[in-house]
Protein backbone atom coordinates (compact mmCIF):
# COMPACT_ATOMS: atom_id res chain seq x y z
CA UNK A 1 0.00 0.00 0.00
CA UNK A 2 1.49 3.03 -1.26
CA UNK A 3 1.39 6.17 0.31
CA UNK A 4 0.06 8.95 -2.60
CA UNK A 5 -0.96 12.72 -2.23
CA UNK A 6 -3.38 14.32 -4.95
CA UNK A 7 -3.24 17.97 -5.20
CA UNK A 8 -6.52 19.11 -6.68
CA UNK A 9 -8.36 16.28 -5.24
CA UNK A 10 -11.80 17.51 -5.03
CA UNK A 11 -12.22 18.80 -8.52
CA UNK A 12 -13.75 16.57 -10.89
CA UNK A 13 -10.75 14.65 -12.35
CA UNK A 14 -9.24 14.66 -8.77
CA UNK A 15 -12.25 13.40 -7.07
CA UNK A 16 -12.24 10.19 -9.21
CA UNK A 17 -8.99 9.71 -9.17
CA UNK A 18 -8.95 9.71 -5.19
CA UNK A 19 -11.97 7.80 -5.20
CA UNK A 20 -10.02 5.15 -7.49
CA UNK A 21 -6.66 5.42 -5.33
CA UNK A 22 -8.09 5.28 -2.12
CA UNK A 23 -9.51 1.49 -2.99
CA UNK A 24 -5.82 0.25 -2.88
CA UNK A 25 -3.42 2.84 -1.22
CA UNK A 26 -3.36 5.25 1.52
CA UNK A 27 -4.57 8.81 -0.08
CA UNK A 28 -4.11 12.29 1.33
CA UNK A 29 -5.88 15.48 -0.81
CA UNK A 30 -4.59 18.80 -0.46
CA UNK A 31 -6.96 21.43 -1.90
CA UNK A 32 -7.86 24.78 -1.18
CA UNK A 33 -11.56 23.54 -0.76
CA UNK A 34 -12.45 20.74 1.11
CA UNK A 35 -15.76 19.51 -0.63
CA UNK A 36 -16.60 15.39 -1.68
CA UNK A 37 -15.23 13.93 1.32
CA UNK A 38 -14.27 10.18 0.55
CA UNK A 39 -14.25 7.67 3.61
CA UNK A 40 -10.95 6.60 4.47
CA UNK A 41 -8.97 9.54 2.79
CA UNK A 42 -7.04 12.51 4.65
CA UNK A 43 -7.64 15.95 3.47
CA UNK A 44 -5.75 19.26 4.11
CA UNK A 45 -7.20 22.65 3.30
CA UNK A 46 -3.89 24.80 2.17
CA UNK A 47 -2.25 26.90 -0.54
CA UNK A 48 -0.66 25.36 -3.24
CA UNK A 49 1.60 28.39 -3.78
CA UNK A 50 3.34 28.24 0.14
CA UNK A 51 5.68 26.19 0.11
CA UNK A 52 5.75 25.53 3.79
CA UNK A 53 2.26 24.03 3.74
CA UNK A 54 2.97 21.81 0.44
CA UNK A 55 6.19 20.84 1.91
CA UNK A 56 4.11 19.52 5.12
CA UNK A 57 1.51 18.02 2.99
CA UNK A 58 4.26 16.41 0.40
CA UNK A 59 6.10 14.60 3.65
CA UNK A 60 5.95 11.29 4.02
CA UNK A 61 4.49 10.21 0.68
CA UNK A 62 5.80 7.87 -2.08
CA UNK A 63 3.82 9.25 -5.05
CA UNK A 64 2.55 12.87 -5.77
CA UNK A 65 -0.53 13.60 -8.36
CA UNK A 66 -0.60 17.61 -9.00
CA UNK A 67 -3.96 18.28 -10.14
CA UNK A 68 -4.33 22.01 -8.76
CA UNK A 69 -4.83 24.51 -11.32
CA UNK A 70 -6.99 27.13 -12.12
CA UNK A 71 -8.88 27.47 -15.50
CA UNK A 72 -11.26 30.45 -15.79
CA UNK A 73 -9.84 32.56 -18.59
CA UNK A 74 -11.94 35.07 -17.07
CA UNK A 75 -8.66 35.81 -14.03
CA UNK A 76 -5.99 37.95 -13.67
CA UNK A 77 -2.81 36.57 -15.72
CA UNK A 78 -1.07 36.49 -12.39
CA UNK A 79 -3.58 34.69 -11.19
CA UNK A 80 -3.43 31.77 -13.27
CA UNK A 81 0.65 31.97 -13.50
CA UNK A 82 0.81 32.42 -9.50
CA UNK A 83 -1.34 28.94 -9.33
CA UNK A 84 -0.38 27.05 -12.32
CA UNK A 85 3.20 27.63 -12.59
CA UNK A 86 4.28 29.03 -8.71
CA UNK A 87 1.99 26.22 -7.73
CA UNK A 88 3.90 23.86 -9.26
CA UNK A 89 6.91 24.80 -8.60
CA UNK A 90 6.29 24.59 -5.17
CA UNK A 91 5.26 20.94 -5.68
CA UNK A 92 8.49 20.49 -7.35
CA UNK A 93 10.80 21.75 -4.46
CA UNK A 94 8.68 20.10 -2.02
CA UNK A 95 9.55 16.70 -4.25
CA UNK A 96 13.19 17.63 -4.58
CA UNK A 97 13.52 17.54 -0.72
CA UNK A 98 11.93 14.26 -0.37
CA UNK A 99 12.94 10.81 -1.82
CA UNK A 100 9.29 10.21 -3.92
CA UNK A 101 9.24 7.54 -6.26
CA UNK A 102 7.50 9.85 -8.49
CA UNK A 103 5.61 12.70 -9.48
CA UNK A 104 3.13 12.55 -11.64
CA UNK A 105 1.47 16.41 -13.50
CA UNK A 106 -1.80 16.72 -15.09
CA UNK A 107 -1.52 19.02 -18.02
CA UNK A 108 -3.56 19.87 -21.32
CA UNK A 109 -3.25 19.04 -25.16
CA UNK A 110 -4.35 23.15 -24.74
CA UNK A 111 0.15 23.71 -24.66
CA UNK A 112 -0.63 22.88 -28.28
CA UNK A 113 -2.47 25.37 -29.58
CA UNK A 114 -4.46 24.79 -32.46
CA UNK A 115 -2.70 22.14 -34.18
CA UNK A 116 -2.62 21.07 -38.22
CA UNK A 117 -3.17 17.54 -38.77
CA UNK A 118 -2.61 15.19 -36.12
CA UNK A 119 -0.13 16.09 -32.91
CA UNK A 120 1.77 13.55 -30.83
CA UNK A 121 4.11 14.10 -28.06
CA UNK A 122 6.87 16.06 -30.36
CA UNK A 123 4.42 18.68 -31.29
CA UNK A 124 6.15 22.43 -30.65
CA UNK A 125 4.47 24.68 -27.94
CA UNK A 126 2.07 26.85 -29.42
CA UNK A 127 -0.42 28.17 -26.33
CA UNK A 128 -2.71 30.43 -27.33
CA UNK A 129 -4.48 31.47 -24.01
CA UNK A 130 -3.52 32.57 -20.46
CA UNK A 131 -4.47 29.35 -18.94
CA UNK A 132 -2.80 27.45 -21.79
CA UNK A 133 0.38 29.74 -21.26
CA UNK A 134 0.81 28.95 -17.71
CA UNK A 135 0.44 25.22 -18.34
CA UNK A 136 3.02 25.37 -20.88
CA UNK A 137 5.56 27.29 -18.33
CA UNK A 138 4.78 24.62 -15.85
CA UNK A 139 5.60 21.95 -17.82
CA UNK A 140 8.68 23.06 -18.90
CA UNK A 141 9.87 23.85 -15.52
CA UNK A 142 8.65 20.26 -14.85
CA UNK A 143 10.92 18.78 -17.23
CA UNK A 144 13.77 21.06 -15.86
CA UNK A 145 13.44 19.70 -12.75
CA UNK A 146 13.95 16.04 -14.43
CA UNK A 147 17.00 17.04 -16.05
CA UNK A 148 18.72 19.33 -13.87
CA UNK A 149 18.01 17.08 -10.15
CA UNK A 150 16.63 13.78 -11.71
CA UNK A 151 13.65 14.15 -10.12
CA UNK A 152 11.28 11.60 -11.19
CA UNK A 153 8.50 13.06 -12.96
CA UNK A 154 5.97 12.31 -15.57
CA UNK A 155 3.53 14.34 -17.52
CA UNK A 156 0.47 13.35 -18.81
CA UNK A 157 -1.33 15.27 -21.42
CA UNK A 158 -5.07 15.23 -21.42
CA UNK A 159 -7.46 16.35 -24.48
CA UNK A 160 -10.20 18.35 -23.35
CA UNK A 161 -12.07 15.77 -20.52
CA UNK A 162 -15.57 15.20 -20.51
CA UNK A 163 -18.08 13.44 -18.21
CA UNK A 164 -20.58 14.56 -15.35
CA UNK A 165 -19.10 18.10 -15.16
CA UNK A 166 -20.26 21.63 -15.27
CA UNK A 167 -18.26 21.95 -18.77
CA UNK A 168 -20.55 19.19 -20.33
CA UNK A 169 -23.68 19.76 -18.35
CA UNK A 170 -23.36 23.26 -20.36
CA UNK A 171 -23.16 21.68 -23.89
CA UNK A 172 -25.84 18.66 -23.18
CA UNK A 173 -28.53 21.86 -22.21
CA UNK A 174 -27.99 23.81 -25.14
CA UNK A 175 -27.99 20.79 -27.39
CA UNK A 176 -31.31 20.22 -25.85
CA UNK A 177 -32.06 23.96 -26.60
CA UNK A 178 -30.97 22.60 -30.35
CA UNK A 179 -28.14 25.74 -30.02
CA UNK A 180 -26.75 26.51 -32.90
CA UNK A 181 -22.77 24.88 -34.30
CA UNK A 182 -20.44 27.55 -34.25
CA UNK A 183 -18.26 27.35 -37.72
CA UNK A 184 -18.53 24.58 -40.11
CA UNK A 185 -18.26 22.06 -37.45
CA UNK A 186 -16.14 19.83 -39.54
CA UNK A 187 -13.22 20.44 -37.71
CA UNK A 188 -11.72 17.54 -35.57
CA UNK A 189 -12.68 17.36 -31.95
CA UNK A 190 -10.84 14.66 -29.95
CA UNK A 191 -11.64 14.20 -26.49
CA UNK A 192 -11.11 12.03 -23.63
CA UNK A 193 -14.05 10.56 -21.26
CA UNK A 194 -12.88 10.79 -17.23
CA UNK A 195 -12.71 7.18 -16.52
CA UNK A 196 -10.07 7.32 -19.29
CA UNK A 197 -8.56 9.77 -17.76
CA UNK A 198 -8.43 7.67 -14.92
CA UNK A 199 -6.83 4.87 -16.63
CA UNK A 200 -4.22 6.75 -17.58
CA UNK A 201 -3.14 8.43 -14.22
CA UNK A 202 -3.39 5.16 -12.35
CA UNK A 203 -1.33 3.55 -14.81
CA UNK A 204 1.12 6.27 -14.67
CA UNK A 205 2.20 5.61 -11.43
CA UNK A 206 4.42 2.54 -12.21
CA UNK A 207 4.28 2.45 -16.18
CA UNK A 208 6.27 4.73 -18.41
CA UNK A 209 9.53 6.71 -18.00
CA UNK A 210 10.58 9.52 -15.83
CA UNK A 211 10.95 12.41 -18.04
CA UNK A 212 8.60 12.22 -20.45
CA UNK A 213 5.28 13.22 -21.85
CA UNK A 214 2.52 11.38 -22.79
CA UNK A 215 -0.98 12.46 -24.56
CA UNK A 216 -3.89 10.60 -23.61
CA UNK A 217 -7.05 10.71 -25.36
CA UNK A 218 -10.04 8.61 -26.22
CA UNK A 219 -9.38 5.49 -29.16
CA UNK A 220 -12.06 7.29 -31.44
CA UNK A 221 -11.99 11.06 -32.89
CA UNK A 222 -14.74 12.68 -34.49
CA UNK A 223 -15.62 15.74 -36.12
CA UNK A 224 -17.77 18.54 -33.86
CA UNK A 225 -20.59 18.13 -35.82
CA UNK A 226 -21.04 14.32 -35.11
CA UNK A 227 -19.93 14.38 -31.36
CA UNK A 228 -22.90 17.09 -31.43
CA UNK A 229 -25.18 14.70 -33.43
CA UNK A 230 -23.82 11.82 -30.93
CA UNK A 231 -25.11 14.23 -27.97
CA UNK A 232 -28.73 15.27 -29.83
CA UNK A 233 -29.55 11.51 -30.94
CA UNK A 234 -28.94 10.51 -27.40
CA UNK A 235 -31.19 12.97 -25.77
CA UNK A 236 -33.84 11.84 -28.21
CA UNK A 237 -33.82 15.02 -30.23
CA UNK A 238 -34.70 15.24 -33.92
CA UNK A 239 -34.38 18.74 -35.14
CA UNK A 240 -30.85 19.79 -37.12
CA UNK A 241 -28.93 22.96 -34.84
CA UNK A 242 -28.05 25.68 -37.89
CA UNK A 243 -24.34 26.67 -38.36
CA UNK A 244 -23.70 30.38 -37.36
CA UNK A 245 -20.19 31.63 -38.58
CA UNK A 246 -17.92 31.78 -36.14
CA UNK A 247 -17.05 35.67 -36.89
CA UNK A 248 -20.93 36.15 -35.75
CA UNK A 249 -20.33 34.27 -32.74
CA UNK A 250 -17.25 36.45 -31.69
CA UNK A 251 -19.27 39.68 -32.38
CA UNK A 252 -21.95 38.35 -29.93
CA UNK A 253 -19.34 37.67 -27.43
CA UNK A 254 -18.00 41.18 -27.96
CA UNK A 255 -21.21 43.03 -27.70
CA UNK A 256 -21.80 41.45 -24.27
CA UNK A 257 -18.36 42.20 -22.76
CA UNK A 258 -18.51 45.44 -23.78
CA UNK A 259 -21.80 45.93 -21.95
CA UNK A 260 -20.40 44.27 -19.26
CA UNK A 261 -23.18 41.35 -19.32
CA UNK A 262 -22.75 37.94 -19.39
CA UNK A 263 -22.71 36.12 -23.02
CA UNK A 264 -24.62 33.27 -24.04
CA UNK A 265 -21.24 32.06 -25.70
CA UNK A 266 -17.54 33.48 -24.49
CA UNK A 267 -14.42 34.10 -26.67
CA UNK A 268 -13.01 31.15 -24.79
CA UNK A 269 -16.42 29.04 -25.69
CA UNK A 270 -15.89 29.88 -29.09
CA UNK A 271 -12.03 28.88 -29.50
CA UNK A 272 -13.03 25.35 -27.45
CA UNK A 273 -15.65 24.59 -29.94
CA UNK A 274 -14.06 25.57 -33.60
CA UNK A 275 -10.44 24.81 -32.53
CA UNK A 276 -8.65 21.53 -34.27
CA UNK A 277 -8.53 18.75 -31.84
CA UNK A 278 -6.58 15.46 -33.03
CA UNK A 279 -3.96 13.52 -31.54
CA UNK A 280 -1.71 10.58 -31.43
CA UNK A 281 -2.18 8.71 -28.63
CA UNK A 282 0.33 5.37 -29.61
CA UNK A 283 2.92 6.05 -26.72
CA UNK A 284 0.96 6.30 -24.15
CA UNK A 285 -0.63 3.02 -25.12
CA UNK A 286 3.15 1.52 -25.58
CA UNK A 287 4.62 3.03 -22.63
CA UNK A 288 1.91 3.67 -19.83
CA UNK A 289 -0.01 0.44 -21.24
CA UNK A 290 -3.05 2.93 -21.64
CA UNK A 291 -5.88 1.02 -23.23
CA UNK A 292 -9.21 3.35 -23.21
CA UNK A 293 -12.31 1.42 -22.56
CA UNK A 294 -15.24 3.85 -23.50
CA UNK A 295 -15.88 5.47 -27.24
CA UNK A 296 -17.67 8.53 -27.50
CA UNK A 297 -21.24 7.30 -27.51
CA UNK A 298 -20.61 4.91 -24.47
CA UNK A 299 -19.14 7.85 -22.66
CA UNK A 300 -22.16 10.24 -23.99
CA UNK A 301 -24.64 8.13 -22.38
CA UNK A 302 -23.29 7.12 -19.58
CA UNK A 303 -22.75 11.10 -18.73
CA UNK A 304 -26.23 11.72 -20.12
CA UNK A 305 -27.59 9.02 -17.49
CA UNK A 306 -25.81 10.52 -14.69
CA UNK A 307 -27.44 14.04 -15.13
CA UNK A 308 -30.63 12.68 -15.34
CA UNK A 309 -30.48 10.81 -12.22
CA UNK A 310 -29.72 14.15 -10.69
CA UNK A 311 -32.47 15.71 -12.18
CA UNK A 312 -30.11 17.76 -14.48
CA UNK A 313 -31.65 16.59 -17.85
CA UNK A 314 -35.27 16.13 -17.60
Known amino acids: MAKILVTGGTGFIGNELVKELSKRHKVTVFDRTIKHVIRGVKYIKGDITDIQ ?4 AVKGNDYIYHLAAVLDETLPKKTLFDINVGGTLSILEACKEEKIKRLIYLSTVGVMG ?6 DEKYPYNPETNYEKSKAMAERTVLEYYKRYKLPVIIIRSALVYGPNQYTLKILQKAKDVFPIIGSGKNKFHLIYIKNLITALLKAMKNGKDGSIYIVADDDVHTYEKYYRIIREELGINEEPKNIPVWFADLIAFFYRIVGKKSIVS ?7 TRTRWYKINKAKRYLKYKPKYELRKGIKATIKYFKSQGFLE
Open 114 to 119: DIEGQA
Open 267 to 273: KEHINRL
Open 53 to 56: QVRK
